[in-house]
């Protein structure tokens, strides 16, 4: 099973990097999967820690896939890196080991601090469309283009019918993303 994050990580002169991640547990570990080459992957790698945020905000997810990602955080408590203001809660990681891949590494790691801020009052369907999504946008240099159209048309129908201003607002960004690669890839094919 997936879980839908959001990473942060800290580079080795400070640089906070915020990303969306899905994450599994195994055996008493939470595993990330980064994608070579990514500043997530390299930010653990050097320093060896992170922080999954557990986010309700469906902005954060789509607005670092559209270059978006100034979100307020706070220091973390027990490992050198941030966590995001708006989780609702927390987990700070310390690498512990590393399964080569040559496209996606698994990194093992051991929870050393869990904090909950909020309750999670679950997902509206808009909030899961904006996450699939974002999901989409982040593959579209692997999709056809038919698959996008026809995720994007029933994903809408959530989004009219379920979503709040805040949802809206990432579905927009998500949408101008999707159609400015569409408008250059109708570049390239006419040049």
């Known amino acids: ?30 595993v990330l999967a980064p994608f070579r080459p990514s500043t997530t992957l390299n930010n653990v790698l050097d320093n060896g820690y992170a922080v999954v945020n557990y986010c309700d905000d469906v902005r954060i997810f789509a607005g670092c896939l559209t270059g978006r990602r100034d979100w307020p955080a706070l220091p973390s408590e027990k490992v050198p890196c ?11 990681l310390k690498l512990e080991r590393i399964e080569e891949d040559e496209l996606r590494p698994r ?9 909950s801020h909020a309750p999670f009052r679950g997902f509206n369907r808009a909030q899961a469309a904006v996450l699939e999504a974002a999901i989409l946008v982040s593959r579209l240099h692997l999709l056809p283009w ?16 379920t979503a709040g201003p805040v949802e809206r607002e990432a579905w927009g960004w998500l949408m101008e993303k999707i159609n400015a690669h569409r408008a250059l890839l109708a570049q390239k094919n006419t040049a």
Request: a negative charge; glycine letters at 6%; hydrophobic letters at 45%.
């Open 146 to 161: 038919e698959k996008i159209d026809a995720e994007v048309k029933y994903l809408t129908i959530a989004i009219e019918k």
């Open 82 to 92: 941030v966590r995001l203001e708006s989780a609702l809660g927390h987990c700070e």
């Open 107 to 115: 990194l093992f790691c051991k929870v050393v601090h869990r904090v």
């Open 1 to 30: 099973m997936i879980f839908e994050t959001i990473v942060t990580s800290q580079a080795k002169d400070g640089r906070i990097h915020i990303a969306p991640m899905g994450i599994r547990e195994d055996n008493g570990f939470i």
